[in-house]
Structures are given as structure tokens and as C-alpha cells.
């Protein structure tokens, strides 16, 4: 077990006073069996007239804030502390039925998981179910755990990563085109292909963290996106192609969606003139306040 604290502030500058609309704020880790959450704090500057919570349809959290007031700098800082439980791929169990590929889900499941099945993208030419077939042998089964994290890993090795501060994704042909994309169109990308060999995936918005010495995680310093699988016999399955990740190790969940824009960290409007945006910034500071036993070392963890 693992505890840690999360620091994320994000900042916006104009170049003189604005007035502000509703904004959403998403940027509470969700509580499981495998994180625990201790303390959230959310701090405003201006502070809103109204401060609401609400969950979403997928079950996040979501903060929605009102304001009155005009304002040359809008700053949002989350603040959580949480308990995490790393999983590794060796703790992921998968039923008999479904641990080679292909296989169907099970009557009872199959009418929740229809719509994170449903493509998102036009794919005419089929391009991105050529991409995922490749990991499947002709005429024949495999392990349905080699293949996703032949995938996962794929990605990590073949794309690089390149940071954008731009909003949205690329598309995933966009994607194998430029061989190389955000964290966020990683995860697109897979979602999208292994939805094309049927698996039921979802998007997932939250922290990365380093939890050993020996492991450098990218995609830190801001939030992180990748990957949620269903399997049966362990759920919903993280991977993460930024990284190559197979399970939750190094991974705090926030939101959880069909689709990218429906897990944004912070989303909301404002009014002025046409030139008064002049910057936004955003920090995430993690640090581990616990240490934990990482077997593969044989020593504690220094935090």
C-alpha cells in the first residue's frame, strides 16, 4: 500500500479583467477496492459564487463552480491524499472462457458494455482494424492477455511521445500516420483498436507516478491518460500504452469515460475581449508520503 499526496494547480492569466462562466471541475480520484481516498481539498481564486458536486453518469466526481466576479487570473488547485494499492499483471485472473481471444462476453454483461464496444471513429478503409489484427495469428487463438499487452507495448515502442498543450485528441489514423501523439491519442488509438477485436474499453483520466526507484514514468507533470479493459474474472483492466503498463502500478484513476471529452480535468467559459487570453499553466506535484515493499527490489521504496 502506498500513500501519496497530489498537488494539481491550474492557472489562467489574462491581460486584463474577465468575467467567468460555470466551470467543471474533474479532478477527484475516484474510490475502489484498489485506491482509497483520505482528504480532497479544492481551492478557487476568485473564490465561485456557488460550488456544487455532482456524479456524472460514469459515477466521477465532478465540482461545478459558478462566479460573479471580474478577474484578470483564475486559479484552480486540487489537493488529494491517497491510499493506493498497486496490481500487477500477475494478479489480473481471467475466466476460462475469456483467457484466449477470441471469445464472446457473457449474456449478463454484454447488454452494460454494448456502447464501450461501439466505435467512435470512421474508419473506412480500415485502417485501424488492419493495425489491430496484426497482434491476432491467422487461424488460430492467443492468450488474451498476451495480446492486449502486445498492443500496449507496441505502442509504447514504436510511437513517440510528444507532449501537446492543445486541446482534444488526434484521431487514431492521425495517429499510426504520424507514428507519435500525447498520452491522450495513445490511449484513443488503443481504445479504438481493440474495440475493432470486440473488447469492451473505456478512457481514463488521472496521475501517473513513479512507484520505485528504477522506474521513470512519462506523462507526469500533468494528468495522465490510458486505457480500461473489461475482462472476465478481474473487471475493468488498466494499460496504459504511454508507459507500456498492465495493471494499476504507478496509476490513480480521476475520471473514467466512453470517450476523452467526457473525462476533461477542467472545462468552463469566459467573457471578454477577444485578446485577453495571455496564458495557462499547469503543475502536478506528486509525492509519496508512504513506503512500500516493492518485491522485484527486495527493499523498501524511498518516497
Known amino acids: 500500500m502506498i500513500v501519496l499526496t497530489i498537488d494539481h494547480v491550474t492557472t489562467y492569466s489574462y491581460r486584463r479583467k474577465v468575467s467567468f462562466g460555470e466551470h467543471r471541475i474533474m479532478t477527484r480520484p475516484r474510490e475502489s477496492h484498489d485506491q482509497r481516498l483520505i482528504d480532497s481539498q479544492l481551492v478557487i481564486d476568485p473564490p465561485p459564487t456557488a460550488l456544487r458536486w455532482v456524479q456524472d453518469v460514469f459515477g466521477n466526481s ?3 463552480a459558478t462566479f460573479d466576479t471580474r478577474a484578470a487570473t483564475l486559479r484552480f488547485h486540487s489537493r488529494a491524499t491517497v491510499e493506493h494499492l498497486p496490481l500487477s499483471i500477475a494478479e489480473i485472473e481471467i475466466e476460462d472462457y475469456a483467457r484466449c481471444y477470441p471469445f464472446t462476453y457473457s449474456s449478463e454483461d454484454m447488454p452494460d458494455l454494448l456502447r464501450s464496444i461501439e466505435r467512435q471513429h470512421h474508419d473506412p478503409a480500415r485502417i485501424i482494424d488492419s493495425w489491430a489484427r496484426q497482434f491476432v495469428p491467422e487461424a488460430a487463438t492467443i492468450e488474451t492477455m498476451a495480446l ?15 507532449s501537446r498543450s492543445e486541446k482534444g485528441t488526434q484521431s487514431p489514423i492521425e495517429t499510426l500516420e504520424r507514428r507519435q501523439g500525447t498520452c491522450r491519442d495513445f490511449a ?12 469492451a474499453a473505456r478512457f481514463v483520466s488521472g496521475y501517473v507516478y513513479s512507484p520505485s ?44 469515460a466512453r470517450d476523452p471529452y467526457q473525462a476533461v480535468p477542467l472545462s468552463g467559459t469566459w467573457a471578454g475581449f477577444p485578446d485577453s487570453v495571455l496564458d495557462m499553466t499547469v503543475s ?20
Open 188 to 199: 484513443v488509438l488503443m481504445i479504438e483498436a481493440v474495440r475493432a477485436l470486440g473488447f
Open 62 to 64: 465532478v465540482a461545478i
Open 213 to 256: 526507484t528504477r522506474e521513470r514514468r512519462v506523462g507526469g507533470g500533468n494528468t495522465h491518460a490510458w486505457v480500461r479493459i473489461f475482462l472476465p474474472g478481474s473487471g475493468w483492466v488498466e494499460f496504459d500504452p504511454t508507459n507500456g503498463i498492465v495493471g494499476n502500478r504507478g496509476l490513480i484513476r480521476v475520471g473514467v
Open 284 to 303: 502536478v506535484d506528486i509525492i509519496l508520503q508512504s513506503r512500500a515493499l516493492d518485491p522485484t527490489e527486495g527493499e523498501p521504496i524511498p518516497c
Open 148 to 162: 492486449l499487452t502486445a498492443m500496449t507495448q507496441a505502442i509504447r515502442r514504436d510511437f513517440a511521445y510528444v
